[in-house]
Protein backbone atom coordinates (compact mmCIF):
# COMPACT_ATOMS: atom_id res chain seq x y z
CA UNK A 1 0.00 0.00 0.00
CA UNK A 2 2.67 2.32 0.79
CA UNK A 3 4.59 1.68 -2.69
CA UNK A 4 1.00 2.67 -4.43
CA UNK A 5 0.56 5.76 -2.47
CA UNK A 6 4.50 7.23 -3.16
CA UNK A 7 3.72 6.50 -6.89
CA UNK A 8 0.53 8.31 -6.66
CA UNK A 9 2.35 11.31 -5.01
CA UNK A 10 5.12 11.20 -7.77
CA UNK A 11 2.51 11.29 -10.56
CA UNK A 12 2.41 14.69 -9.42
CA UNK A 13 5.38 15.92 -10.09
CA UNK A 14 6.33 14.87 -13.32
CA UNK A 15 5.82 17.47 -15.51
CA UNK A 16 8.84 16.96 -18.01
CA UNK A 17 8.02 16.06 -21.50
CA UNK A 18 10.60 13.12 -21.07
CA UNK A 19 7.78 11.06 -19.19
CA UNK A 20 5.38 10.98 -22.47
CA UNK A 21 7.79 8.79 -23.46
CA UNK A 22 7.10 5.87 -21.03
CA UNK A 23 4.04 4.43 -20.12
CA UNK A 24 2.71 6.28 -17.68
CA UNK A 25 3.09 3.77 -14.49
CA UNK A 26 6.59 2.62 -13.44
CA UNK A 27 7.02 -0.32 -11.22
CA UNK A 28 8.54 0.47 -7.95
CA UNK A 29 11.54 -1.91 -7.79
CA UNK A 30 14.48 -2.24 -5.11
CA UNK A 31 17.64 -2.62 -6.74
CA UNK A 32 21.07 -2.77 -5.05
CA UNK A 33 19.87 -1.93 -1.56
CA UNK A 34 17.81 1.14 -3.36
CA UNK A 35 13.84 1.79 -4.46
CA UNK A 36 13.82 2.85 -7.81
CA UNK A 37 10.66 3.38 -10.43
CA UNK A 38 11.48 1.20 -13.11
CA UNK A 39 10.36 3.04 -16.70
CA UNK A 40 9.61 1.07 -19.66
CA UNK A 41 10.12 2.80 -22.93
CA UNK A 42 6.73 3.42 -24.57
CA UNK A 43 8.27 3.24 -28.19
CA UNK A 44 6.91 0.67 -30.65
CA UNK A 45 9.55 -2.52 -30.18
CA UNK A 46 11.54 -0.79 -27.45
CA UNK A 47 12.15 -3.19 -24.90
CA UNK A 48 14.33 -0.61 -22.83
CA UNK A 49 13.73 -0.12 -19.26
CA UNK A 50 15.55 3.36 -17.00
CA UNK A 51 15.55 3.37 -13.18
CA UNK A 52 15.26 6.33 -11.38
CA UNK A 53 16.52 6.09 -7.83
CA UNK A 54 14.67 7.29 -5.51
CA UNK A 55 16.66 7.64 -2.18
CA UNK A 56 19.42 9.58 -3.78
CA UNK A 57 20.42 13.09 -3.97
CA UNK A 58 18.99 13.26 -7.30
CA UNK A 59 16.11 11.25 -6.69
CA UNK A 60 13.77 13.71 -9.07
CA UNK A 61 16.42 13.88 -12.44
CA UNK A 62 15.61 13.33 -15.70
CA UNK A 63 18.85 12.38 -17.00
CA UNK A 64 18.76 9.36 -17.30
CA UNK A 65 15.06 9.08 -18.94
CA UNK A 66 16.52 11.97 -21.15
CA UNK A 67 19.48 9.87 -22.27
CA UNK A 68 17.43 7.55 -23.44
CA UNK A 69 14.86 9.17 -25.23
CA UNK A 70 17.63 10.85 -27.17
CA UNK A 71 19.19 7.93 -28.41
CA UNK A 72 15.71 6.14 -29.16
CA UNK A 73 14.74 9.33 -31.17
CA UNK A 74 17.79 10.52 -32.48
CA UNK A 75 17.06 13.88 -31.26
CA UNK A 76 19.14 15.91 -29.27
CA UNK A 77 16.29 18.14 -26.74
CA UNK A 78 13.73 15.90 -26.02
CA UNK A 79 11.42 18.99 -25.38
CA UNK A 80 12.21 19.79 -28.78
CA UNK A 81 11.29 16.33 -29.99
CA UNK A 82 7.82 16.64 -27.90
CA UNK A 83 7.06 20.09 -28.99
CA UNK A 84 8.02 19.23 -32.91
CA UNK A 85 5.51 16.31 -32.78
CA UNK A 86 2.67 18.09 -30.73
CA UNK A 87 2.64 21.43 -33.11
CA UNK A 88 2.19 19.31 -36.46
CA UNK A 89 -0.92 17.77 -35.34
CA UNK A 90 -2.35 21.28 -33.96
CA UNK A 91 -1.18 22.16 -37.49
CA UNK A 92 -2.58 19.56 -39.61
CA UNK A 93 -5.00 18.02 -37.22
CA UNK A 94 -3.09 14.60 -38.41
CA UNK A 95 -0.80 12.58 -36.43
CA UNK A 96 0.34 11.02 -39.25
CA UNK A 97 2.41 14.03 -40.37
CA UNK A 98 4.70 13.37 -37.57
CA UNK A 99 5.21 9.96 -37.93
CA UNK A 100 6.08 8.71 -41.37
CA UNK A 101 8.25 5.81 -41.54
CA UNK A 102 11.44 6.88 -43.78
CA UNK A 103 11.99 3.38 -44.62
CA UNK A 104 8.79 1.36 -46.28
CA UNK A 105 6.77 5.03 -46.61
CA UNK A 106 4.41 2.98 -43.59
CA UNK A 107 2.67 5.50 -40.79
CA UNK A 108 2.98 4.83 -37.25
CA UNK A 109 1.68 6.20 -34.36
CA UNK A 110 3.02 8.31 -31.59
CA UNK A 111 3.65 6.44 -28.64
CA UNK A 112 3.11 9.88 -26.44
CA UNK A 113 -0.33 9.85 -24.64
CA UNK A 114 -1.87 12.82 -25.71
CA UNK A 115 -2.40 15.60 -23.12
CA UNK A 116 -5.95 17.06 -22.17
CA UNK A 117 -5.75 19.93 -24.26
CA UNK A 118 -4.77 17.60 -27.04
CA UNK A 119 -7.27 15.00 -26.52
CA UNK A 120 -10.26 17.17 -26.51
CA UNK A 121 -8.91 18.64 -29.65
CA UNK A 122 -8.65 15.08 -31.40
CA UNK A 123 -12.18 14.07 -30.49
CA UNK A 124 -13.64 17.90 -32.38
CA UNK A 125 -12.27 17.26 -34.97
CA UNK A 126 -12.60 13.48 -35.10
CA UNK A 127 -16.48 13.96 -35.08
CA UNK A 128 -16.72 17.17 -37.07
CA UNK A 129 -14.79 15.68 -39.90
CA UNK A 130 -16.99 12.52 -39.33
CA UNK A 131 -20.22 14.26 -38.89
CA UNK A 132 -20.87 12.00 -35.82
CA UNK A 133 -23.20 13.29 -32.71
CA UNK A 134 -21.80 14.91 -29.53
CA UNK A 135 -22.82 11.84 -27.68
CA UNK A 136 -20.34 9.80 -29.11
CA UNK A 137 -18.32 10.11 -25.98
CA UNK A 138 -20.44 8.95 -23.97
CA UNK A 139 -20.97 5.60 -26.10
CA UNK A 140 -19.57 2.43 -24.29
CA UNK A 141 -17.57 1.10 -27.51
CA UNK A 142 -15.71 4.69 -28.15
CA UNK A 143 -15.11 4.59 -23.88
CA UNK A 144 -13.76 1.26 -24.19
CA UNK A 145 -11.67 1.91 -27.34
CA UNK A 146 -10.13 5.00 -25.69
CA UNK A 147 -9.31 3.37 -22.74
CA UNK A 148 -8.34 0.02 -23.73
CA UNK A 149 -4.93 0.05 -22.21
CA UNK A 150 -4.74 3.51 -20.49
CA UNK A 151 -7.90 3.83 -18.29
CA UNK A 152 -6.50 7.04 -16.86
CA UNK A 153 -7.23 8.35 -20.12
CA UNK A 154 -9.63 11.71 -19.87
CA UNK A 155 -12.32 11.72 -22.52
CA UNK A 156 -14.31 15.19 -22.84
CA UNK A 157 -18.07 15.49 -22.00
CA UNK A 158 -20.70 15.85 -24.92
CA UNK A 159 -21.38 19.53 -23.40
CA UNK A 160 -17.55 20.45 -23.84
CA UNK A 161 -17.07 18.63 -27.33
CA UNK A 162 -20.44 20.72 -28.64
CA UNK A 163 -18.89 24.00 -27.13
CA UNK A 164 -14.91 23.20 -28.70
CA UNK A 165 -16.20 22.36 -32.24
Known amino acids: MMRVSHLR ?12 FFHSEPNIEYVHGHWSHLFK ?11 QFLDTGDAKSTG ?3 KHVKAATETKNVTEAHATVVQSILETGSIQ ?5 KGKGKVTYSHC ?6 TCAEIVCWVSENIQPFEIVKDHGFQCLMKTGH ?10 VSHDV
Request: proline share 9%; net charge positive.
Open 41 to 51: CATKGCKKRVH
Open 113 to 118: QHTKTE
Open 151 to 160: PENYIPLPAT
Open 64 to 66: NLR
Open 9 to 20: VSLVYWTSPVYT
Open 97 to 101: TSFNC
